[in-house]
């Protein structure tokens, strides 16, 4: 099984990355789940990414657009270009000046991974209060994540069609797994990155995922889990969190 994680071996450059390279290494810092990649093009204040997925479909075009939506309310990455081909789909965005959460420098040690998991919460906090649920034309709905999953073909067990009653509904992330939250190096919140699900849904759809990624992202992380509520301002809510990583596994 393909994990998602910074690639360690050779990676084939697409030519489509070569092309927007103008004159830069291509640099991989990601492997997704799908076989998809992001490099890293150039440094510093001119740094840019682009992601890349194999096959013609314009896969991006939901990420794109929900980008800039949230755009002027939170820190998220400028979109340059995009585009589908023969070679895959892609989006090229500018660099903001964060490390992922997973970043080496987090991951190192007990301490840093307490300050990334603050960050993390602090940031899903703030994008939860500045994006605005009535503008947002996006939904992230249990039963559209679920008719969606079972168009794809998988078996969604009927108990997951009853979720908890909302607590409270914000615009979610939709994938607030760790590596997707920038921080500074003092763990301080740069911005937010893969943003192709955002819509509205209960809070405990991101704050469920987002815990439950420290288990995979830091050793032993399950004891990181109440820095992040903490930092976001709730406490653990153990019924919302089991269904909502339930529904997270089966779709
Ligand atoms: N504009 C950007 N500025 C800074 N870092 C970025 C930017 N875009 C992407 N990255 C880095 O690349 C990584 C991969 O990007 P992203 O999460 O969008 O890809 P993905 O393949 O959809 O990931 P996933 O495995 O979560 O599906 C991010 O975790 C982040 O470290
Ligand atoms: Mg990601």
């Known amino acids: 099984m393909l994990i998602a994680a910074v690639p360690d071996g050779p990676i084939d450059v697409p030519p489509i990355v070569g092309e927007y390279a103008d004159g830069d290494t291509p640099v991989p810092v990601w492997r997704n789940t799908r076989g998809g990649l992001t490099f890293r093009l150039g440094d ?10 194999p096959g013609g479909d314009p896969i991006f075009e939901a990420e794109v657009a929900r980008v800039s939506w949230a755009a002027p309310f939170i ?18 965005t500018a660099g903001l000046p964060g490390h992922s959460a997973v970043d080496v420098r987090f991951t190192s040690d007990e301490t840093a991974a307490r ?7 602090a940031g899903l906090r703030r994008m939860h209060d500045a994006l605005p649920v009535d503008r947002c034309p996006y939904s992230w709905s249990v039963s559209q994540r679920i008719a969606r999953a ?19 509904l914000v615009v979610c992330h ?17 911005g937010h990155v893969d943003l192709g699900s955002l819509g509205v849904a209960d809070r405990w759809a991101d704050l469920a ?3 439950w990624s420290l288990e995979w992202n830091y050793a032993g992380g399950e004891f990181l889990e109440s820095d992040l509520l903490e930092a976001y301002g709730v406490a653990r809510d153990d019924e919302r969190i089991e269904y909502y990583r339930a529904l997270w596994a089966a779709t």
């Open 115 to 121: 300050v990334a998991a603050r960050g993390i919460g």
């Open 174 to 190: 939709g994938d607030a797994c760790a590596p997707n939250t920038l921080l500074a190096d003092d763990g301080a919140v740069v």
């Open 75 to 92: 820190e998220v990455p400028r979109v340059l270009a995009s585009g589908s081909g023969d070679d895959g789909s892609w989006m090229l």
């Open 209 to 211: 995922v987002a815990t």
């Open 44 to 53: 510093g204040e001119l740094a840019r990414f682009i992601k890349w997925m």
């Open 150 to 168: 079972r168009t794809e073909g998988l078996a969604v067990a009927e108990s997951l069609q009853t979720p908890p009653s909302i607590d409270r």
